[in-house]
T-cell receptor
Framework: GAVVSQHPSRVICKSGTSVKIECRSL??????MFWYRQFPKQSLMLMAT?????????EQGVEKDKFLINHASLTLSTLTVTSAHPEDSSFYIC?????????????FGPGTRLTVL | SQELEQSPQSLIVQEGKNLTINCTSS?????LYWYKQKYGEGLIFLMM?????EEKSHEKITAKLDEKKQQSSLHITASQPSHAGIYLC?????????????FGKGTTLSVSS
């Protein structure tokens, strides 16, 4: 299957700093990428849908000014957690769907563990 | 309310026993995906079902999508310690291209030897 990578896999930062997480589709072009958050022992909650070349669509309750998403190319989406606080500590997973017309499976990255001190 | 309900929430079985996990949707399922996850790690794709009545198997894991396309079951035969983990069902709840999967809360499986 297709491969989606995330970087970094783990990050620890101080409260008030910003953290950028990258999501790349390695062997296919992704017009749409998704960002999920997973708290301990809970399921994946969709945060936002990232569309290449346009603004991201955020789910209800997700602050767009806090979680900045940029999808500048067909293979890269970034999530920046601005002014991170301990309650932002979570496991962030991105996923990607291939271009329309190709296999519609959603491929997931390995996740990024964010710890805010 | 949760659009996808998984049951049971957790399960402990003895090695060698069979088990079933259910995923029930409040809406029509246009695609149903089963994933396995170890805590703090990424998702491992198991199977995708799209057609009512469809059934797929991989090794000792079988998944079915019922005819009405609102429920899926995942069945593990002769469970092994390697089957332990979190099982998540994810669904396409619309037939529109480019939408995200919605996930159930997951089922945590423990297999005792």
């Amino acid at each position: 299957g297709a491969v989606v990578s995330q970087h970094p896999s783990r990050v620890i930062c101080k409260s008030g700093t910003s953290v950028k997480i990258e999501c790349r589709s390695l062997d296919f072009q992704a017009t749409t990428m998704f960002w999920y958050r997973q708290f301990p022992k809970q399921s994946l909650m969709l945060m936002a849908t990232s569309n290449e070349g346009s603004k991201a669509t955020y789910e209800q309750g997700v602050e767009k000014d806090k979680f900045l998403i940029n999808h500048a190319s067909l293979t890269l989406s970034t999530l920046t957690v601005t002014s991170a606080h301990p309650e932002d500590s979570s496991f962030y997973i991105c996923s990607a769907r291939a271009r329309p017309g190709s296999y519609n499976e959603q491929f997931f990255g390995p996740g990024t563990r964010l710890t805010v001190l | 309310s949760q659009e996808l309900e998984q049951s049971p929430q957790s399960l402990i079985v003895q090695e060698g026993k069979n088990l079933t996990i259910n995923c029930t949707s409040s809406k029509t399922l246009y695609g149903l995906y089963w994933y396995k996850q170890k805590y703090g790690e990424g998702l491992i794709f198991l199977m995708m079902l799209q057609k009512g009545g469809e059934e797929k198997s991989h090794e000792k894991i079988t998944a079915k999508l019922d005819e009405k396309k609102q429920q899926s079951s995942l069945h593990i035969t002769a469970s092994q310690p390697s089957h332990a983990g979190i099982y998540l069902c994810g669904a396409d709840l619309t037939n529109q291209a480019g939408t995200a999967l919605i996930f159930g809360k997951g089922t945590t499986l423990s297999v005792s030897s």
